[in-house]
């Protein structure tokens, strides 16, 4: 299946240290992207990194991609408490996928 | 980034009766709109995807007889629930996205809390 299985499940820190979780997958890909969710909200796109690429940044956010073992990390550094929220990667196997997601990791930063 | 305004944020109807549920991109022309259901605490579930006048494609087990999705336009897209059931209460969020061979990312509504009585 195309989806992305985020690791871990649940990530509890204390504000200012980094986070970081992982996505695996089994298919090639096009590319891989990572969105975050908080709360009764929608989903918020954080991050698109294609699969020639190996490191991808964005502010505080690290994106990187490793096509050899199909998988990715997300590194949050100095994280906030409002970076609390549930994170998701989404591989695409074409440009005009679906967006498909796994049970995404469940991030908690304490102030 | 761009806009995707969803509405209404929250409705509470009767058993039998039908809910519609709009997705409207603000800025940018929505090649395809996907919706979604997510029960709490767990992953967003993809029910259909729909490319502007084309016939939406449903995901396994989805029935597309209760779940009617609409995309007339290139900036709106409607999922209407007929003959909702309790079991039909759930968190329903649209996305869309541009033309794929620009812009790949997909930008979400605010999502729907449908709560069937």
């Known amino acids: 299946s195309q989806q992305g299985e985020e690791d871990p499940q649940a990530l509890s820190i204390q504000e200012g240290e980094n986070a970081t979780m992982n996505c695996s997958y089994k298919t090639s890909i096009n590319n891989l992207q990572w969105y975050r969710q908080n709360s009764g909200r929608g989903l918020v796109h954080l991050i698109l990194?294609?699969?020639?690429?190996r490191e991808k940044h964005s502010g505080r956010l690290r994106v990187t991609l490793d096509t050899s073992k199909k998988s990715s990390s997300l590194l949050i550094t100095a994280s906030r408490a409002a970076d609390t929220a549930s994170y998701f990667c989404?591989?695409?196997?074409?440009?005009?996928?679906?967006?498909?997601f796994g049970q995404g990791t469940e991030l908690s930063v304490k102030p | 980034g761009a806009v995707v305004s969803q509405h209404p944020s929250w409705v509470i109807c009767k058993s039998g009766t039908s809910v519609k549920i709009e997705c409207r991109s603000l800025d940018f022309q929505a090649t395809t709109m996907f919706w979604y259901r997510q029960f709490p605490k767990q992953s967003l579930m993809l029910m259909a995807t729909s490319n502007e006048g084309s016939k939406a494609t449903y995901e396994q087990g989805v029935e597309k007889d209760k779940f009617l999705i609409n995309h007339a336009s290139l900036t709106l897209s409607t999922l209407t629930v007929t003959s909702a059931h309790p079991e039909d209460s759930s968190f329903y969020i649209c996305?869309?996205?541009?033309?794929?061979?620009?812009?790949?990312?997909?930008?979400f509504g605010q999502g729907t809390r449908l709560t069937v009585v």
């Open positions: 990194i294609r699969s020639n690429e």
């Open positions: 996305s869309a996205r541009g033309d794929p061979l620009t812009n790949t990312e997909a930008f």
């Open positions: 989404a591989p695409l196997r074409n440009q005009g996928g679906k967006l498909i």
